[in-house]
């Protein structure tokens, strides 16, 4: 057993000892909302929005990205479970702007180690084998952090299966403030449509 794995466990021994009366929790979440952002380490979504267990649904991706698996979270978030209001979420320093789907695909070719990242951006220095594999997935990099919100903001507003009357709010998490900041263009796109 790793120590990463044993001082999961022991957290985990000292979460349940207090666990109360959280077992009573419903899936459907307190303040009827769903959170889309991205999975970095750096991002609490709870402490970030003062939510607690029950408050909110959070889906998490590389980048907070639209994906058809977060659009997926969200129509079961909604309709079945009840949120009614959406924030998508991304943050400064995103690691899916230092890479492109042909790069992270070549790396993924090259070998299945993990790559390291260095002042030309991210190499490989494992021995293969590798896997062309990654050339046939959509890792959906990007370059500009606020078009990457509104547009994940306009996919998530033009969906078939997302209702009109539910507001999908835009925004960026600044990393090194802890400050959310509103994205005017995205906030516009999620407006409830008439």
């Not at 120590?3 to 009827?32: C, E, H, M, W």
């Not at 790396?107 to 260095?118: H, K, N, R």
């Not at 919100?149 to 033009?158: E, F, G, K, Y």
């Not at 009109?164 to 990393?175: F, L, S």
Request: charged residues 20%.
């Amino acid at each position: 057993m790793s120590n990463v794995q044993t001082g999961i466990l022991q957290a985990n021994d000292a979460y349940a000892a207090d666990f109360g009366d959280k077992g009573a929790l419903s899936a459907r979440p307190v303040k009827r909302v769903a959170i889309l952002t991205c999975m970095d380490a750096r991002i609490d979504p709870a402490k970030v929005l003062g939510f607690h267990e029950g408050d909110a649904h959070i889906i998490r991706n590389a980048g907070g990205r639209a994906s058809d698996d977060a659009i997926r979270s969200l129509v079961i978030s909604y309709k079945l479970l009840g949120t009614r209001e959406w924030f998508v979420i991304h943050h400064t320093d995103c690691g899916m702007m230092s890479i492109s789907n042909e790069r992270i695909a070549q790396l993924l070719a090259q070998s299945l180690e993990p790559a390291i990242y260095g002042p030309d951006g991210f190499y490989d220095a494992g021995a293969g084998p590798g896997s062309p594999e990654g050339q046939y997935i959509n890792w959906m990099t990007f370059t500009d952090q606020t078009q990457c919100l509104v547009d994940d903001v306009v996919r998530l507003r033009q969906h078939p299966l997302v209702p009109r009357t539910i507001p999908i709010y835009g925004y960026i998490y600044d990393v090194k403030s802890g400050r959310l900041i509103e994205i005017a263009e995205a906030m516009a796109a999620g407006q409830v449509k008439a």
